[in-house]
């Protein structure tokens, strides 16, 4: 059994390497084109809510549950894309995906009512849920074909696609109608899935070198019991993260402003200082995880996320608690795509699934928990659940460290 905690690198050809050309560097290419199209996409519709919310003439209210039209299209389609991919194979899927993502990006501001950007959202979320699912897929069997944790790197890309996609939408909001801006990004959006497409396309999804050894790559495994609860443990790590996230694109701007009295820009600046923190952690995070192994990533990330959020959320004065933010963002950073990883290990697509949906459901149920501890208690106690659920994720890191490939049931 190859050791999961700690990757090893081995030379094409060498002893106990695969003897196998590897996988092409145009296909990590497109794959990492992809995680990008989809962070720029998304944020540039995020960016264009408030116009939409004036066009549609939404109270907050109504835009909050047309808005659950995103979480509930995602949430629904990702287990669905786990059946897809193993059935026509994960960059078919992603293809697809990426050009109805494109495509559904301009409809919300053709929308007139609440009612209908709701409708429309569904299928947004849709595409963008399924397009999460199977680009990480993708993602788990290239990783297992070059035998190098470089997950944290496709990652990265989304979070820089996010911030390309924020920052220029931000720009040409003043110029721009919401529907002549989401009509560019179908545009932009159709022009690299054509270009990167190609390239998934003609590339068959890489067999891991464990399946190939065992020669079985015949029929799907059934999972054992065991590894079922070990998918379960790596979607709640993942939970864990995205709650954290969710919770301070939220909230964390308001704790800046209302607590600590901070500037607006300043305030503005603290979630977009946590991103940048999570993207420069994602970058390195490959060479992170070759030093210290899985399980020590996830345990000393959730360590420093929580030690970082608790600085962040009870910091008397702003600095210190914009410091605390930028620390979470690093600590958070590589425990999601970790924690996917090693779920698309133990169960391929559809532990990629599985996790991404518990993941995603920890960014919808952050934003609402902090409202409710807020009421009862205050803005930086509600926050300190970050600090405690990044630990929960160290725990359960280590939990998992002698999880393995699973046995056949």
């Not at 990006?105 to 009612?115: D, E, G, K, V």
């Not at 600085?311 to 608690?321: H, K, M, R, V, Y």
Request: proline residues 6%; aromatic residues 6%; charged residues 10%.
């Amino acid at each position: 059994m190859p050791q999961l905690n700690k990757l090893r690198t081995a030379l094409p050809g060498g002893p106990g390497g695969n003897t196998a050309a590897p996988p092409s560097a145009r296909l990590r290419t497109a794959l990492t084109v992809f995680f990008a199209l989809d962070g720029f996409l998304f944020a540039g519709w995020v960016v264009r809510i408030p116009a939409i919310k004036h066009q549609t003439g939404a109270s907050a209210a109504t835009l909050g549950l047309a808005l659950l039209g995103v979480s509930a299209g995602a949430v629904v389609t990702m287990m669905l894309t786990g059946r897809l991919c193993r059935r026509f194979g994960s960059h078919p899927v992603t293809v697809v995906c990426g050009v109805l993502l494109s495509l559904s990006i301009a409809l919300p501001a053709q929308t007139r009512s609440a009612l209908a950007l709701g409708l429309v959202l569904l299928v947004f979320g849709a595409a963008y849920g399924g397009m999460n699912v199977a680009m990480n897929s993708a993602a788990v069997d290239l990783v297992a074909a070059l035998r190098r944790p470089v997950m944290p790197g496709f990652h990265a890309a989304f979070s820089l696609g996010g911030m390309i996609g924020a920052g220029l939408g931000g720009l040409v909001a003043g110029g721009l109608s919401p529907a002549t801006h989401l009509l560019i990004l179908t545009g932009v959006g159709l022009l690299v899935t054509a270009a990167a497409g190609p390239a998934l396309l003609r590339h068959p999804a890489p067999r891991p070198l464990v399946e190939a050894d065992a020669g079985a790559a015949e029929a799907p495994r059934r999972l054992s019991g065991r590894a079922r609860r070990l998918v379960l443990l790596f979607g709640l790590i993942a939970l864990c993260t995205a709650y954290g996230e969710g919770a301070l694109a939220d909230w964390g701007a308001l704790h800046l402003e209302q607590d600590l009295h901070a500037h607006p820009g300043v305030a503005a600046a603290g979630y977009s200082l946590f991103a940048l923190a999570m993207t420069a952690g994602r970058l390195s995070g490959t060479a992170l995880l070759e030093r210290l192994g899985q399980t020590r990533t996830l345990v000393v990330g959730g360590a420093t996320a929580a030690v970082g959020m608790l600085l962040g959320s009870l910091a008397p004065t702003t600095w210190p608690a914009l410091l605390g933010f930028a620390v979470t963002g690093l600590g958070l950073a590589n425990i999601f795509p970790v924690a996917v990883g090693r779920a698309g290990e133990l169960a391929g697509p559809g532990g990629v699934a599985a996790a991404s949906t518990l993941g995603y459901g920890g960014m919808l149920l952050g934003p609402p928990a902090i409202g409710f501890l807020t009421d009862w208690f205050s803005l930086p106690v509600a926050l300190t659940t970050v600090a405690l659920l990044a630990t929960a994720a160290a725990a359960l890191g280590y939990g998992a460290r002698n999880a393995t490939h699973p046995p056949v049931a």
